[in-house]
């Protein structure tokens, strides 16, 4: 069983930073996906930035690219989510999410859609 847990949210004014992470456990295939999700209130959950196990490519919504950074230190089974320049459009709860394959991963927009596992949350507030 995959297990996922999130640190790193907080409050930060516009343009400020800050770095999510997401410890990961337990996979039992080499080839994977781990993501950020995230949800405002009163809208749709969306997929932010997943990176793959495969060979570390990324995918990053238009809605970040430029902005966030996502990244890995397998030697830790930890993932980072690099958010700069932030926006109170940002502010939403943070999830990271997982999902395994049986053939490499490309990471995409539908990347999203075969992940399974879930941390609990974590909230970024940005103040205008």
């Known amino acids: 069983e995959v297990q996922l847990v999130e640190s790193g949210g907080g409050s930060v004014q516009a343009g400020g930073s800050l770095t999510l992470s997401c410890a990961a456990f337990g996979f039992t295939s080499d080839d994977y996906a781990i993501g950020w999700f995230r949800q405002a209130p009163g809208k749709e959950r969306e997929g932010v930035s997943c990176i793959s196990s495969t060979d570390g490519s990324t995918y990053y919504a238009d809605s970040v690219k430029g902005r966030f950074s996502i990244s890995s230190n397998n030697a830790k089974n930890t993932v980072y989510l690099q958010m700069n320049s932030l926006k109170p459009e940002d502010t939403a709860v943070y999830y990271c999410?997982?999902?395994?394959?049986?053939?490499?991963?490309?990471?995409?927009?539908?990347?999203?859609?075969?992940?399974?596992?879930w941390g609990e949350g974590t909230l970024v507030t940005v103040s205008s």
């Open positions: 999410a997982a999902g395994e394959s049986d053939m490499p991963v490309v990471p995409g927009p539908l990347t999203f859609n075969e992940m399974d596992s």
